[in-house]
């Protein structure tokens, strides 16, 4: 899948972005959603899932992974294509034909792109460790576990301190041999992961390397070999190891929207508030990455976006069709052609 040809491309598969594919689905435009994350949700995914928001209309309160649940839902009749675990690096063209490129080689050719990008891309935060690349693309040094089988008999080194160390090194501990690297004795994790982590580390199935932090990497080509670790005072180890799975968490980056000549400032994009459309013809951008007076950062504000860069669009992705507003009760919810 190289190519895709939509009619409109969102970039950002947050909460805004979600409910943008099923404003456009409503006035039966075909679009495509994709997210640097592997997963759709944006914020509410990755940083608060289980926090209830208490100012979504209409729910009380609504924990912010029944939030995206429920988007989903939502969108589910009109087969939204989703490009997830990409980054869109490159726009061109202009309204009508505009062409976004991905990190992993994809090309999309869309007649209008909403950017409901946030605070940007999320991505991994990496060590600062000299050659990690060359080891990153060979596979030796890992963000995400996409299949736990392919560790089976590794030397896996996990480093960090919060849920996702602790999870990975108790899910790995029965097929690969694990070490943990953390600075401090105290876990951030679960207090009952953090529990059972102490007691496989006390029964010999986990050594934990603590109080370390990663120092260095040695191999060759990017193949691992060892992990070095280093103590607040300086002192060293050498941990033999395959792979190195580094969890600190992660971080939001605007990098490659920055470079679009939208006129950013502050990390936002002025939009003009009556279409949501950028300086760019054919570009809007909706939700946290969007900026007008008055502006709200709130979820219920970029639903509002949504609605409006749909209705926008719609004469790009139609011209000469007169677009006779309708309530979503009169004409029910149709998947587009
Ligand atoms: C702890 C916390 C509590 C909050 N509580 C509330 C609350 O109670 N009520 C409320 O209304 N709001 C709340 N918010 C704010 C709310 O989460 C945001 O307003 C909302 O997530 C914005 O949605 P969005 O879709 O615009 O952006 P995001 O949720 O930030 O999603 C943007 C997505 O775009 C993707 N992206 C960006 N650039 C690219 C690129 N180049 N290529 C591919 N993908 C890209 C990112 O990976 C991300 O997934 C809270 C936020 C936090 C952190």
New binding site residues.
Partial sequence: MDMIETDVAI?????????AAFECGMLRMRCVL????DA?????????PE??????PAHPAIE?AELVANLERQIAPFAVPRLLG????RLAGGSGALTLG??RGETIRAKAVI?????????PNRPPLVGIEAFEQAGCVQYYVRRREDLRGRRVVIAGGGDSAVDWALALKDIATVSVVHRRAKFRAAPDSAARLAAAAAAGEIALEIPYQLHALHGTDGILRTVEVASLDGATRQLPADVLLAFYGLS??????AGWGLGMTQQHIGIDPATCETTQPGVFA?????TYKGKL??????FSEAAIAAHAIHPIVFPGEALHFEYSTSKGVHAAA
């Fill in positions: 970039i950002g598969a947050g909460p805004v972005g979600l409910f994709i997210d640097a994350l759709v949700g944006g914020q509410c995914t990755a940083l608060y926090k209830p928001i208490y100012d979504i912010a990409r980054r869109v690096e991905t990190d950017l409901a990008a946030g605070a940007g891309a999320f991505g939001m980056d605007l990098g490659p929207i909706i939700g946290d990455v969007a950062k709130l979820i219920l504000q970029g």
